[in-house]
């Protein structure tokens, strides 16, 4: 994978839909979905114009679950609202191992001299919710969660020196992205209920007749209002060592040794939600309280004082 310095045009129809002869979410899509894919070992090497990285996967695991993020049956593992014309799927990755590992390139904006950055976890798990129109297959909405648990990481401080540079090359490519995902502006279609046909029943258990209200209330139980990536950690140890010293003929260069410092979290979490406009409601978001709805008027207030300004001028 490669880093774009521009961002590419939006995805168009689905591929597989189009190999299939088809426009819409059908057959072909769904018999995708139902695949258990399982990998021994996985390599995926990133480049940038700052650096390059590569993830490691070791025993990978991908496969369609229900909304409780348990395997059952395929049929419910999606949730198709023919009045909206939409539909959601769920889908679930796990590994055994996985190891990052990323360096600066050497024409980039780093000292010539970095420490590479490395990373090596056990067990974790990627939940995956997708929310697509049925007449083109196009992602309206998504939902990444990335769960890890016990975590062990040893960084001294040049590596997190790099770590915040790495993060700060790529701040641009995503801040463009996102620039180009905000103009373009959702088409308002009025969709007409598609005529039932065989491939549609398929999200409905067999012998059970489709209710309109109760598919649409199940629906929105479980749908996704805007895209959002969230990072859940049970634990974390973080060992943070200062390696400034340099040694110069097996002699200590400084007359001063260097320190470290232990952090512990627990349950540490980071929530992103990169579209969502200022004001909005946030009683959609995972972890909601109170607290954020004094935060969302204290916004609009904000707002309405902004386009009040704006409108003077």
């Known amino acids: 994978m490669r880093t774009c310095e521009e961002p590419r045009p939006p995805n168009g129809q689905s591929p597989i839909a189009l190999a299939a002869g088809q426009s819409e979410y059908g057959f072909a899509e769904k018999v995708v979905e139902g695949m258990f894919i399982v990998v021994n070992s996985i390599t995926i090497k990133i480049h940038s114009k700052a650096f390059h990285a590569s993830f490691e996967l070791w025993q990978l695991q991908g496969y369609s679950v229900n909304p409780n993020w348990q395997q ?120 007409t209920p598609p005529a039932p046909s065989t491939q549609q029943s398929w999200s409905q258990p067999f012998g059970v007749s489709p209710n309109a209200t109760s598919i649409g209330q199940y629906f929105d139980k479980h749908d996704m209002k805007e895209s959002s990536y969230h990072l859940l950690i049970s634990r974390l140890d973080l060992h943070i060592c200062d390696d400034s010293h340099t040694r110069e003929s097996g002699t200590l260069k400084h007359g001063m040794l260097g320190g470290a410092m232990q952090l512990t979290f627990r349950r540490m979490a980071f929530d992103y939600y990169p579209f969502h406009r200022a004001g909005d409601a946030c009683r959609h978001w995972v972890r909601y309280s109170e607290a954020m709805e004094t935060r969302g008027q204290w916004a609009k207030k904000l707002v309405s004082e902004f386009q009040s300004k704006i409108e003077k001028l």
Request: proline fraction near 3%; aromatic fraction near 4%; charged fraction near 30%.
């Open 72 to 191: 059952s049956d395929l049929r419910l593992t999606r949730i198709t609202d023919p009045q909206r014309g939409e539909v959601l799927t769920f889908k679930e990755l796990t590994w055994q191992t996985l190891r990052i590992e990323a360096d600066a390139t050497d024409n980039g904006d780093q000292d010539p001299v970095t420490t590479p950055l490395r990373l090596i976890t056990n067990q974790g798990r990627i939940q995956i919710s997708l929310k697509r129109r049925t007449k083109d297959c196009n992602v309206m909405a998504s939902k990444l969660m990335f769960l890890l648990d016990d975590l062990l990481w040893v960084l001294t401080d040049s590596q997190l020196k790099a770590m915040m540079k790495y993060a700060e090359s790529l701040s641009e490519a995503m801040e463009k992205s996102a620039q180009q995902r905000k103009s373009l502006v959702p088409e308002s279609v009025q969709i």
